[in-house]
């Protein structure tokens, strides 16, 4: 897997397929693609909440992003992530290794948030729900299962709506934005 665009184009990312599931390359650049008639990528920070091999997170990093931020539960996929960012000398990136709700997702109105979801498909829409570090983010790109229906009723995401989804196979991408208060 490599980086499909920008300043970073053509590296390779660190292999953890054994121990991830990472976002397929025709996924991958359907999301930046819609990323970058969207947003300018310098305005934002990036958190990625189930890392994996980091690919989303270094795209964006990639496409300009002012911070990336990489979290996952496995020590092993973090060790991975950290010696690739100190090989590769990335500075915007910080990494995490927690439960993907005690991440930090800033609220600062100078640089907005995107959160790149994409949980293990034992998670439910119902388990995303449940992660109220959500509601600081402006977007959600919410990578999920074809079978799984996100509930706007409940949790963090009564403070959302559904911007679009794409089906690519057995998996959909959902943009899911922050509702616009009156």
């Known amino acids: ?41 310098d305005q934002f920070s990036f958190y990625d909440l189930f890392a994996g091999t980091g690919s989303l997170g270094f795209e964006a990093l990639s496409r300009g992003a002012r911070e990336v931020y990489l979290n996952d539960n496995s020590k092993k996929v973090v060790d991975l992530l950290d010696r690739f960012c100190k090989d590769k000398g990335f500075e915007n990136v910080k990494l995490t290794k927690m439960n993907a709700n005690r991440v930090k997702i800033s609220d600062n109105s100078q640089c907005e948030a995107i959160a ?8 439910s829409s119902g388990d995303v729900a449940k ?43 959902s943009f899911i934005s922050k509702k616009v208060l009156d």
Request: charged share 25%; aromatic share 14%.
């Open 1 to 41: 897997m490599q980086i499909i665009s920008g300043k970073y184009k053509g590296l390779s990312l660190p292999k953890a397929y054994s121990i991830t599931r990472p976002t397929t390359a025709k996924v991958k650049q359907a999301i930046f693609s819609k990323l970058e008639n969207m947003i300018d990528f």
């Open 131 to 173: 992660l109220s570090n959500l509601k600081n983010a402006k977007l959600i790109i919410y990578e999920h299962s074809k079978n799984e229906i996100i509930d706007f009723q409940i949790g963090v995401f009564k403070c959302f709506k559904l911007e679009s989804e794409s089906v690519y196979g057995d998996t959909i991408i």
């Open 116 to 123: 790149f979801v994409d949980p293990p498909y034992r998670f």
